[in-house]
Nanobody, 115 residues
Framework: QGQLVESGGGWVQAGGSLTLSCAAS????????VAWHRQAPDKQREWVAT???????RYADSVNPRFHIWRDNAKNTVYLQMTSLTPQDTAVYYC?????????WGQGTQVTVSS
């Protein structure tokens, strides 16, 4: 049974930085793209960034170029570095991948940015 576990969220002041981790067990992240999404209170979940299996990256306009996504295949983990954070970045952040036709989501990690 595959599982994704996010960590690294927390509280930070505006202008600060956080790095989130998405660690996988039971599935191999290196063979598929991995995405980060976020959901703010009373808003729909939105896509944030994706790293492809080959390492190519894409970002939502709202976070580019403040966020950086990368993978460490040896650790079977994907990271999201977030800089110049604003209160608008406050949300629960989720990682997601599709492995052998099955969609996996983590439980999410809360990021709160105070002004």
């Amino acid at each position: 049974q595959g599982q994704l576990v996010e960590s690294g969220g927390g509280w930070v002041q505006a202008g600060g930085s956080l790095t989130l981790s998405c660690a996988a067990s039971g599935i191999t992240l290196s063979t598929n793209g991995v995405a980060w999404h976020r959901q703010a209170p009373d808003k729909q979940r939105e896509w944030v960034a994706t790293v492809a299996s080959g390492g190519a990256t894409r970002y939502a306009d709202s976070v580019n170029p403040r966020f950086h996504i990368w993978r460490d295949n040896a650790k079977n983990t994907v990271y999201l570095q977030m800089t110049s954070l604003t209160p608008q970045d406050t949300a629960v952040y989720y990682c997601n991948t599709n492995n052998r036709g099955r969609n996996y989501w983590g439980q999410g990690t809360q990021v709160t940015v105070s002004s």
